[in-house]
């Protein structure tokens, strides 16, 4: 912190700050990278959905933040793979939910597999989200 | 940053293999896996885009390419006339750099990069865009008041100096190109490139003299 900080507006305080805050945010970024090289859909595409997404969430009030800025991209990204693959609606929810079950089926430290979420998960362990740092 | 984005990246690692994740990240491990399954994603891709844009590229490439044109006028005219092609004799590639222009600041312009719609930046060359770069604090207000938010960043011009924003898009990407420092004379490339910060190629930078000042 430097002694003129007061003088620092909420832009420049960010200055510094990490490109992602979690994993994920990378990876959404990343896959939307592969998916235009691909020409699964193209740049401009994804350009103008993001910055939809960014505009309905600053409509909602949603706060200015990487947060905000990731979940866009995330809801951006859904919106053009349904549109343009098959990778949209009830098979991403069924993926999303076996994929919940099988971090919950798995024991910590364990890789987690995805075929370890075909069952439903063991009501004792892992009925919580633990508090952990992300740093 | 770099630190900060080579824990993001060991972490992604990490986390693939704890607790719970958080509803986000189940709901893109679906669809990453979805793609894989199709065929419609490599994992190689994503795994390489990730570490590569946040350890290899940041904003050294655009760097390299600053301090070339500072020192090389052939080349700068490269760079101002075709930015891509100038890439190109660097052997680097990667998004955004298709379409790239450079604005070349002067005594009398600054220049001031921003994308009004979203994020567009010329990852190839600067590497993934700064947090601010994102917010809709700072896509309103480049434009509206370009002054105001360079005062934010510490660069006061006097109203002599023409400021000209530039709106990139996913085709078109900008980046400046800075003045040189005075007392440089007879640095050497890689020394110079060691001045140019990733801020004075978007535009919230502007003198690097006191780069000057900490490198020597």
């Known amino acids: 912190m430097t002694a003129n900080e007061a003088a620092i507006g909420p832009l420049a305080r960010t200055d510094g700050e990490p490109a992602f805050e979690e994993p994920w945010q990378a990876e959404v970024l990343a896959l939307a990278y592969a998916l235009a090289e691909r020409g699964v859909f193209s740049r401009v595409e994804w350009s103008d959905t993001l910055g939809a997404e960014l505009r309905a969430a600053s409509a909602r009030g949603e706060p200015d933040t990487q947060a905000t800025y990731y979940a866009a991209a995330l809801a951006a990204l859904e919106q053009l793979l349904a549109a343009r693959s098959d990778v949209g609606g009830e098979a991403v929810a069924a993926r999303t939910e076996q994929w919940r079950r099988a971090y919950l089926n798995t024991p910590h430290g364990a890789p987690v597999e995805l075929s370890a979420g075909a069952s439903k998960p063991s009501a004792h362990h892992h009925d919580h989200d633990h508090d952990h740092d992300h740093g | ?216």
Request: net charge negative.
């Open chain 2, 1 to 216: 940053m770099v630190d900060h984005d080579s824990r993001a990246v060991r972490h992604i690692h990490d986390e693939l293999h704890s607790h719970l994740p958080a509803e986000p990240a189940l709901r893109v491990k679906a669809l990453e896996s979805l793609l894989i399954e199709k065929g419609l994603v490599d994992p190689r891709t994503v795994d390489a885009w990730v570490e590569g844009y946040s350890e290899e590229i940041g904003p050294k490439r655009g760097a390299r390419m600053v301090a070339r044109a500072w020192v090389d006028p052939a080349f700068r005219e490269l760079l101002l006339s075709d930015a891509a092609e100038a890439a190109a004799q660097f052997g680097f590639d990667g998004t955004g750099i298709s379409h790239l222009t450079a604005h070349e600041n002067t005594d009398d312009v600054h220049h001031l990069v921003v994308c009004t719609l979203c994020s567009c930046y010329p990852q190839g060359v600067l590497g993934i865009p700064p947090t601010w770069y994102k917010m809709a604090a700072y896509r309103a207000r480049a434009v509206r008041e370009p002054r105001g938010v360079l005062e934010e960043f510490g660069v006061r011009l006097s109203d002599e100096v023409e400021v000209q924003v530039w709106d990139s898009t996913a085709e078109l990407r900008h980046m400046v190109v800075p003045q040189r420092p005075a007392d440089t004379e007879g640095w050497s490339e890689e020394r110079l490139a060691k001045l140019v910060t990733r801020n004075s190629m978007i535009g919230t930078d502007r003198d690097l003299s006191r780069m000057v000042k900490e490198a020597t």
